[in-house]
């Protein structure tokens, strides 16, 4: 190479001198007749490079000449078989999809190949195949290409080359093998093939016409013949018998699907071609139909693996790529396929639920793998369909259809809904501020139902999937800190945490996830309800086969035996954590705070608390009395939720938090806010407790009004009439009160009395709780309108 010498010219004169010298050693009989291992590895090697010779000599004397390209330029297209035209088409729409389609193709260098490359590609090493010292069946030398991939697909595009030229060159091919000794290894062979084909550029394709006199089929077709001969003398049965299996091997396994199906389409030519031959040379002993069948079949796959391929393009389907293998083997999730679909129509449930339907009820649906998508209008239709990201069910074979349309035996909503909800929290992962995915993915979940046990089951896993994955380790981090939860983004979620709507909106989200987890807390193990889920296709034509989801078999393997205590309690925080922005009590108030968030958490019982303790009770009182702050108008019931979820979490009679708060309420003088609730609530109240605080409050507010009112001189005459030990009592407990709670309000923001007719409303509504007459509600109405009497007066 380095003398730059390009043909085997020097190596022959090296072959023949090496020649000369063992004729001369071999003249002499002791050394002939010794045995000497050396002269026999001479006698291979020289045996070896002139087979090298010999079959470089026949590529390189046709590359020097000048051949005519096998033009399809010119030939009747009508006489392509369909296969070949669809194959074809498939090539034009996966550019259209894709773009290039030959980016991560090996070039062919233009020049010629040089025989130092092609000396280093070849070796006597067969790599597993036929016998290790380097001699065919007949005993002769074997030149087999070398395991480097790339040298050997470099050498492969010199040595098929004659097949992309005219019919009377592409013999030269299969010279090249006959000389290299391999011309009888058809497994071999035909993986050369496969590697060449796969190889060939887009504008090499479609200068090929692809028919049955083309060279790149004739090669195949006679192969084919050969093969199909060697079977009738061996008498072996034709059923289950794939012919140019390794090719169909191939086919199976590719990434490259346009050019597998090509391939593919090909061979079913060359097959069809040559058993239909023999069919009527044999009077039907070989089957042509049978024959075929094992490549119509791989062609059905490789529709349905394009159409998936093209259609969601630039979507993340996984790190394997899609091949039929794969598919078959169950490592993909059709059911996945057909969420990420329907998502990129709509992430409405409503929307989503009726294109299902009218997709059940289509009668035009088809399934690409089967027999009825070998109409042209109809994998025309699957092409389009590849193309234009039309979402809706077509009401004729000129419209495209969504993925759901031509796979319709997996049109199972409930399934569907599971992977659209997964898709969508996992989106929201990526895109942690925009809630409204995780909102939708709950959504979605709401169509699974709980009416059978194997659904609720199904509704349980996927819950706890989103829960564990991208909901628990934000509440963990919160409470514990960033440095516990690796798979956060402290610069990414931290500042989300302090954002009240988006933090408000995410308790919320995470108490509805809980609330289904408890609804779904029975279920029965994924393994009990097995007959459920498997339920088969009755179609064998239906592929990718119903087989058990990849996705669902990982979520049972992840679930866990939910603990009902252990959910209410982490409902119960998420409530505290709702509901007061200070934690610093929390420790105190939950058992087994640490477990807390933890992967196990859901499965591990917390003991139930009934009665509260100090730290709780506290913790109580400050999120009631911060949530009657801030309240506004009517009383936000939701709110009043958390806050009676969160006391009876603890041990706490809803009526005692009710009573609670309403008091609250009352203390900051905001009667009005919580008219409707009292009424809506009185009989669950705690009497006692409401009139004895009750009491205090209305206490404090004449002792206000009392002390002001005295200052007015015009007032005196009618204040003169109170009892004045009723007065002195009054000043008393509003003295007491004011020292135990001194938040009590008796004067609004603006200044003025806490209006006494709501006082005198709140003194009425006691008098009617009690089942006793008591005293002091009585002199206290009595003051109550006196009062009253001195601010009409003063007004007036």
């Not at 709401?446 to 659904?455: S, T, W």
């Not at 999937?465 to 409470?479: D, G, K, V």
């Not at 009160?737 to 007719?757: C, F, H, M, W, Y």
């Not at 709780?769 to 009253?788: F, G, H, K, Q």
Request: glycine share 4%.
């Amino acid at each position: 190479e380095n003398m730059g010498v390009e043909d085997s010219s020097f190596h022959v004169e090296v072959i023949s001198h090496a020649r000369e010298q063992l004729k001369v050693a071999m003249s002499d009989e002791i050394i002939a007749s010794s045995n000497n291992p050396l002269l026999e590895e001479l006698r291979s090697k020289i045996e070896f490079h002139s087979k090298l010779i010999e079959s470089y000599d026949i590529l390189h004397r046709f590359e020097i000449g000048c051949f005519s390209d096998n033009d399809c330029e010119g030939v009747d297209t009508n006489l392509r078989s369909t296969w070949i035209t669809e194959a074809l088409s498939w090539i034009e729409t996966a550019v259209e999809v894709r773009g290039c389609i030959d980016a991560d193709l090996l070039r062919k260098d233009n020049s010629n190949l040089s025989f130092s490359v092609f000396a280093k590609g070849l070796t006597i090493l067969q790599d597993g195949w036929g016998s290790s010292s380097g001699r065919n069946n007949d005993g002769n030398p074997a030149l087999y290409l070398c395991d480097s991939t790339r040298d050997r697909k470099n050498i492969l595009l010199h040595i098929f080359q004659p097949l992309t030229k005219d019919i009377f060159v592409f013999k030269t091919t299969q010279q090249i093998f006959e000389k290299m000794g391999i011309h009888k290894d058809h497994d071999r062979l035909l993986q050369y093939y496969g590697e060449w084909f796969i190889s060939l550029p887009k504008a090499i394709i479609e200068k090929e016409c692809l028919g049955i006199w083309n060279p790149t089929v004739r090669w195949l077709h006679d192969i084919v013949q050969q093969s199909v001969e060697i079977m009738l003398r061996n008498k072996k049965e034709e059923k289950g018998t794939i012919l140019l299996l390794p090719l169909h091997q191939f086919c199976v396994e590719a990434v490259d699907l346009p050019r597998a199906f090509l391939l593919a389409s090909v061979c079913r030519e060359a097959i069809q071609a040559a058993t239909k031959q023999l069919e009527d040379k044999t009077y039907g002993k070989v089957s042509c139909e049978s024959l075929v069948k094992p490549w119509e079949e791989l062609l059905r796959k490789l529709r349905v693996c394009l159409l998936i391929s093209l259609r969601l393009h630039n979507k993340a389907l996984g790190t394997l790529p899609i091949t039929v293998s794969n598919v078959d083997n169950g490592l993909f999730s059709v059911y996945e396929w057909i969420a990420r679909d329907l998502l990129s129509f709509s992430h409405n449930q409503i929307e989503i639920a009726a294109l299902e339907l009218a997709i059940a009820s289509s009668p035009i649906a088809f399934c690409p793998s089967s027999a009825s998508g070998d109409q042209t209008s109809r994998w025309k239709m699957v092409q389009k369909s590849c193309k234009v990201q039309a979402l809706c069910c077509p009401k004729d074979e000129d419209q495209p259809g969504p993925l759901l349309f031509f796979l319709k035996h997996y049109s199972n909503s409930r399934k569907l809904a599971a992977h659209r909800a997964l898709l969508l929290a996992k989106n929201w992962g990526r895109e942690p501020e925009s809630l409204e995915l995780l909102r939708d993915a709950l959504s979605s979940l709401q169509n699974i139902g709980r009416d059978e046990q194997y659904y609720s089951f199904l509704l349980a896993t996927t819950l706890l999937e989103i829960w564990q994955i991208h909901i628990r380790p934000i509440y963990r981090a919160l409470l514990f800190g960033f440095d516990e939860v690796h798979e956060l983004c402290e610069e990414v979620i931290a500042p989300l945490c302090i954002d009240p709507i988006w933090f408000q909106n995410l308790n919320k989200l995470s108490m509805k996830i809980i609330a289904l987890l408890l609804s779904t807390a029975d279920s029965e193990t994924y393994e009990e309800l097995d007959e459920v889920s498997t339920k088969k296709s009755e179609d064998s034509t239906l592929w990718p086969r119903l087989v058990e989801d990849i996705t669902i078999e990982g979520l049972t393997r992840r679930a866990m035996t939910l603990d009902a205590t252990s959910l209410e309690a982490h409902n119960a925080i998420i409530c505290a954590i709702k509901l007061n922005d200070d934690l610093s009590l929390l420790p105190m108030c939950v058992n087994s705070f640490d477990t807390l968030f933890l992967r196990q958490a859901f499965s591990m019982p917390f003991s139930r608390t009934y009665t509260a303790n100090e730290y709780q009770l506290t913790f109580m009182e400050i999120v009631t009395r911060r949530q009657g702050e801030v309240a506004e108008g009517t009383v936000n019931r939701e709110h009043l939720d958390d806050i009676v979820l969160l006391g009876r979490n603890w041990g706490m009679d809803k009526g005692h938090v009710l009573t609670q708060f309403l008091l609250v309420m009352y203390e900051l003088g905001k009667d009005d806010h919580v008219e409707d609730l009292f009424n809506s609530v009185t009989r669950l109240l705690d009497v006692d407790m409401f009139l004895d605080h009750g009491i205090a409050i209305v206490c404090v507010r004449l002792s206000t009004a009392l002390s002001i009112l005295k200052k007015a001189k015009q007032c005196r005459g009618i204040l003169a009439m109170l009892d004045a030990d009723t007065c002195e009592w009054v000043r008393e407990q509003a003295r007491t009160t004011r020292a135990q709670k001194p938040d009590i309000v008796a004067i609004n923001e603006e200044g003025s009395l806490i209006s006494l007719d709501n006082t005198q409303a709140l003194i009425l509504r006691m008098k009617r709780m009690s089942s006793v007459n008591r005293i002091d509600a009585y002199a206290l109405s009595v003051m109550c309108e006196t009062l009253l009497k001195a601010v009409d007066y003063l007004e007036t």
